[in-house]
């Protein structure tokens, strides 16, 4: 996690969260974290954490996506020496590591299921054993756990436990995406922007134009905080007037007009079905109206999503309609969000 992070905001949806959290560390019970990505999940785990009884207590993180299936038991629960190959030496789990504290499980959804259904027995009995070993130890670890999917939805499809479920989800805070955060864009640039201006050496941070907050507070930020501060910190690094108002935003840093062109991928093509390869071969080739035009048109709407970085709004202005036209549009030909 990043040291030395703070809350920003003062939208009503951001507060009513940071509020729950406070009022949810106080106990001693498991809780959930639901958020799109970039929207502080860390964050309030590290509150919860700090608020609680066990703030001097270790603070132990894991990643469950960032491991390798076969992996993730051992990380969790700790393996006894020889326990399978290339277990050199016996290893503490992060159970045992967040032993008094509180353990943070980030991308929770991704857990495969026996890995949940050992999660499952630590949590109702308190008991952790390392793989290779016989006698289990006792941990006593409170368990905040945050992922971006929908775990209901996903328990109901048998990818995900519903008894495990059950357990983690005494207190369930779900945050809100930045594009619902009435008015904190312009904080939240301000702040990022004030703290870049400082570590270039700027003499004073002269704010951001009119214009350029505009397209600031226009965007979807589909990455929410955590892109808003890279497009802002960019903005303000390449900026060289510091005298001025910032007037530049690049969102897109890969946008580049030598930038390599991309092969369609095989995939692709076959969901484009024949249709799309008759009108590539010219219009002489086309024996089915009604399909040909659809996959016309469905490769167009794909095309102008990916040129607006999916930004649906921005795509129905850009191809002329509303935004419920490209909403209906996007849906009878299956087109994702992005």
């Given amino acids: ?7 920003v905001g003062q939208s009503l949806a951001f507060l009513d969260a940071v509020e729950q959290a406070g009022r949810a560390a ?14 502080g999940k860390e964050l309030i785990a590290e509150r919860l954490h700090h608020l609680s009884p066990r703030w001097d207590e270790p603070l132990i993180v894991m990643n469950c996506a960032a491991l390798p299936e076969t992996l993730i038991e051992a990380e969790l629960f700790g393996h006894e020496q020889g326990a399978f190959t290339g277990a050199a030496r016996a290893r503490a789990g992060r159970f045992e590591e967040a032993d008094g504290g509180t353990l943070f499980l980030d991308e929770l959804g991704t ?12 949590i109702e009995y308190g008991e952790v054993t390392r793989i290779g070993a016989s006698k289990p130890m006792t941990v006593d670890v409170r368990i905040v756990a945050a992922t971006n999917e929908d775990l209901p939805a996903a328990a109901d499809a048998g990818r995900f436990r519903p008894d495990l479920l059950d357990r983690l989800s005494f207190e369930v805070i779900t945050l809100p995406p930045l594009r619902a955060r009435e008015g904190d864009v312009a904080v939240l640039a ?20 009119a214009a350029c907050m505009a397209e600031l507070e226009a965007h979807d930020w589909p990455g929410n905080v955590r892109e808003l501060r890279n497009v802002v910190e960019r903005a ?3 900026w060289n007037e ?11 840093p ?32 086309i024996t089915d109206l009604k399909s040909a035009v659809d996959a016309h048109e469905a490769a167009i709407v794909r095309a102008a999503l990916e040129r607006y970085r999916y930004n649906q709004r921005a795509t129905a202005k850009g191809l002329g309609l509303t935004y419920d036209q490209l909403r209906h549009c996007m849906k009878k030909h299956g087109l994702s969000a992005g």
Avoid: C
């Fill in 190 to 209: 301000d702040h990022f922007g004030r703290r870049m201006a400082a570590e270039i050496g700027w003499p004073q941070w002269p704010g951001f134009s």
């Fill in 111 to 122: 857990l495969s299921m026996a890995a949940q259904e050992r999660l499952l027995r630590v």
């Fill in 254 to 285: 890969f946008a580049s007009p030598w930038k390599p062109k991309a092969l369609m991928p095989a995939r692709v093509e076959a969901e484009a079905g024949p249709s799309a390869v008759q009108i590539a071969n010219g219009h002489d080739a």
């Fill in 242 to 252: 510091p005298g001025r108002p910032v007037a530049a935003i690049v969102f897109d």
């Fill in 1 to 7: 996690m990043e040291k030395n992070t703070q809350f």
């Fill in 26 to 39: 106080e106990l001693n019970r498991p809780v959930l974290v639901i958020g799109e990505r970039g929207t």
């Fill in 236 to 238: 303000v690094y390449r």
